[in-house]
Structure formats: structure tokens, C-alpha cells
């Protein structure tokens, strides 16, 4: 399961986790663990003509006026998306 969303492509990214910043002398430095940032994603499923979709979507994109538009029908949404998922009809 891919942590991505369909719409905008936003992915985890990576960092540094700290602890309370200190400064000064070597010994006082803040240890920096790496650490992976996930996006908040949510499923949201839209009525599209075809049929109903559904889309992980981050919760920023959600408030976006463009992805609300395409979950209220003003606009259709995009082919990439509503494309439904063939992996079960596919041969080994």
C-alpha cells in the first residue's frame, strides 16, 4: 500500500527528529534521530459517471476549492483516477 497521494503526488519525505534544540559546547548538542514525515492521507470516495471511486487524497488537498469541484461534479475527474484497479483480473 503506497503512501501517496493520487491527486497531488505528495510522498514521505525525511529528516531529522530533535530533541529541545540546545546550544553551545559539543556535549549540550541536540541528538537528531532520522525519521520519516507521512503525509496525512485519507480515503475519499467520489461518485463519478462510471461508477463510484475511490482516492487517497492528504487532508490539504481535501480543502483545495479544485479537488472539491471534482467531488461535487462541477468537473470531471481526471482519467489517471478513474481508472479502476485490473490487478485482480491479471494472470500469473
Given at each position: 500500500m503506497s503512501r501517496v497521494c493520487q491527486v497531488s503526488g505528495v510522498g514521505?519525505?525525511?529528516g531529522h527528529r530533535r530533541r529541545h534544540p540546545h546550544s553551545g559546547a559539543w556535549k549540550l548538542r541536540a541528538p537528531k534521530k532520522n525519521h520519516t514525515f507521512l503525509p496525512n492521507l485519507q480515503i475519499v470516495t467520489i461518485n463519478t459517471?462510471?461508477?463510484?471511486?475511490?482516492?487517497?487524497?492528504t487532508t490539504s488537498v481535501m480543502s483545495s476549492d479544485?479537488?472539491?469541484d471534482y467531488v461535487a461534479g462541477v468537473k470531471p475527474l481526471p482519467k489517471e483516477l478513474t481508472r479502476k484497479s485490473r490487478q485482480h483480473l491479471k494472470k500469473k
Open positions: 514521505p519525505m525525511k459517471p462510471e461508477g463510484r471511486v475511490r482516492v487517497k487524497v479544485k479537488f472539491n
